[in-house]
């Protein structure tokens, strides 16, 4: 009957009490069995869910003197020298091999060599103590010791009953496991299928938290493979997070990813547990469904402490056709004295599909598909606030003025884009003023002689000669046409414009155009003289 621990490192071994002898080991405590004390606290996380067992032990005893050391009573200081000794072995035990990643096997072990022997494969020695001696032992008759050990891994057998001693859910060795989910919402807005003549939606944004402190996982012999503590940690972390998609899908595991005692499932788009419960709006299956967009990943790790924690977050969006948020002014200009006009501006934010995984996005293209669908609902957005504002007239299917701008970078793409309700008679002009002058159209104007008379101070004399002017009719026809009908000037729709208002009977008196083929700017300019 013994108590032996062997650090994994050194491979050393230290024998405590149970033996008269310390032969084949690498030094220890020699005396009676000792006592031992083992308590077994199960790990779990705030909800319940089984992680580990942490067994804390206490080998006390009385070491007394090796029958190999020096005992002569008669020499002075002889048998102290000796519990001295037995003192420094335990104190100094394995300490040439620090750092030994501070765990081994300890195995408490019956007499007679029986089979049911206490085995942890990972016990870490915490603490040695030497009590103060007594006086009845005055520091020369024995020694007494207590060794403190920490284990999470059982391996002890027990033939009696066929125990394993091996729990389940222990494939990643944790001291601690957390996950949360925050859903909350977005001042960022989206039309559906990207019309905004369309309902408005709202977006929001789902958090997702996973963190775990590890513990050192060993094999037989030494620290495993992917033993560090912040490793295990780590590993259990990555089987908790979720890809764009699969915020969507049900959790139907607990947080060891164990099925049997978890009765329910859990929808992170939704937050509830599949029954709606009108807590948050149904985001997974509603009149739009939603998808996580914009994936984005936080991670720490403390590797002294052993801990690794994964902070992700999404902006959840419509899963189907948008695939980006819309911000829309529109606004309405009346001068009264031409015509009213009709603004739209649009700011147009993609959204990133890619997970956070990948060092790519695709938030510039998503943009871009959103833009293509808002460019083409402009007018309809326009004619229903012209309609709402309470103009009369009708609102022209013509931009008059369109600017762009992007930016690859952010996934940003601006739109502006204006109409009015001016009336237009030329084909393919963007605007067009029409000013006719009439002169002397009532025949009122009277001919006069004009006769200086010297020396009559009070100025000519005038004398009404019964007659008028002619009449006129001036009319200037000025258009600006669009990009691509510049080629030619519109002469004959011009023309066409101004025959309208020739007088019967009306004789050409001038007649001077001009025509900027660069700026499609044209100007006609007419003159009619009757009777």
């Known amino acids: 009957m013994a108590v032996v621990y062997k650090p994994h490192k050194s491979a050393k071994t230290l024998l405590i009490g149970g033996q008269s002898v310390t032969t084949s080991t690498d030094g220890g405590l020699v005396g009676p069995f000792p006592t031992f004390s083992i308590n077994r606290e199960d790990i779990s996380t705030g909800d319940g869910t089984y992680i580990g067992t942490k067994f804390s032990i206490e080998i006390t005893g009385t070491a007394t003197l090796n029958v190999n050391d020096e005992q002569d009573i008669t020499a002075a200081g002889?048998?102290?020298?000796?519990?001295?000794?037995?003192?420094?072995?335990?104190?100094?035990?394995?300490?040439?091999?620090?750092?030994?990643?501070?765990?081994?096997?300890?195995?408490?072990?019956?007499?007679?060599?029986?089979?049911?022997?206490?085995?942890?494969?990972?016990?870490?020695?915490?603490?040695?103590?030497?009590?103060?001696?007594?006086?009845?032992?005055?520091?020369?008759?024995?020694?007494?010791?207590?060794?403190?050990?920490?284990?999470?891994?059982?391996?002890?057998?027990?033939?009696?009953?066929?125990?394993?001693?091996t729990p389940a859910n222990t494939t990643y060795k944790l001291s601690s496991a957390e996950e949360s989910w925050e859903l909350s919402e977005n001042d960022q807005k989206f039309f559906q299928s990207n019309d905004p003549t369309q309902n408005v939606y709202k977006t929001y944004t789902l958090t997702h938290t996973v963190s775990a402190t590890g513990l050192k996982k060993y094999n037989s012999s030494n620290i495993a493979t992917d033993g560090e503590a912040w490793r295990q940690a780590q590993k259990w972390v990555k089987t908790r997070l979720k890809s764009p998609s699969e915020v969507r899908n049900p959790i139907t595991t607990d947080l060891m990813n164990d099925s049997e005692y978890w009765s329910t499932t859990f929808i992170p788009v939704n937050m509830d547990g599949g029954t709606r419960e009108a807590i948050t709006p149904d985001l997974r299956s509603g009149s739009v469904g939603y998808k996580g967009y914009n994936h984005v990943r936080s991670v720490s790790s403390d590797l002294g402490a052993g801990s690794y924690s994964v902070t992700e977050t999404w902006v959840l969006c419509d899963q189907s056709t948008v695939k980006a948020?819309?911000?829309?002014?529109?606004?309405?200009?009346?001068?009264?004295?031409?015509?009213v006009s009709v603004s739209i501006s649009a700011t147009i934010q993609g959204l990133n599909s890619n997970a956070a995984d990948s060092n790519t996005q695709d938030s510039y293209a998503n943009a871009k598909l959103a833009y293509e669908t808002i460019k083409s609902k402009t007018y309809s957005l326009a004619t229903a606030a012209y309609a709402a504002f309470g103009a009369s007239g009708t609102l022209r299917n013509k931009r008059i003025t369109e600017s762009y701008g992007e930016n690859k970078i952010s996934g940003t793409i601006t739109y502006s884009v204006s109409y009015n309700d001016d009336e237009i008679s030329l084909p393919n002009a963007i605007s067009e003023n029409l000013t006719v002058n009439y002169d002397?159209?009532?025949?009122?104007?009277?001919?006069?002689?004009?006769?200086?008379i010297i020396g009559k101070e009070d100025g000519p004399v005038i004398q009404k000669m019964n007659t008028t002017t002619i009449k006129t009719v001036s009319v200037t026809f000025d258009a600006v046409m669009e990009k691509g009908y510049r080629s030619s000037p519109p002469t004959a729709a011009a023309g066409t414009a101004v025959d309208e208002y020739k007088p019967d009977g009306g004789i050409q008196q001038s007649k001077t155009e001009s025509w900027s083929p660069k700026t499609g700017s044209y100007n006609l300019q007419i003159s009619w003289e009757y009777i």
């Open 78 to 165: 002889s048998r102290q020298n000796a519990v001295m000794g037995a003192a420094l072995t335990a104190l100094q035990f394995d300490r040439d091999s620090f750092p030994t990643q501070g765990t081994g096997s300890l195995e408490i072990s019956p007499y007679g060599g029986k089979e049911n022997i206490i085995r942890f494969s990972d016990a870490r020695l915490l603490s040695i103590s030497l009590p103060e001696q007594t006086e009845e032992e005055a520091g020369v008759q024995y020694l007494q010791y207590t060794f403190s050990f920490e284990a999470y891994k059982d391996a002890s057998d027990n033939n009696s009953n066929g125990s394993t001693g």
């Open 325 to 339: 948020t819309h911000d829309i002014e529109v606004s309405i200009e009346d001068d009264k004295s031409q015509f």
């Open 440 to 452: 002397n159209t009532e025949g009122l104007n009277q001919v006069t002689a004009k006769i200086p």
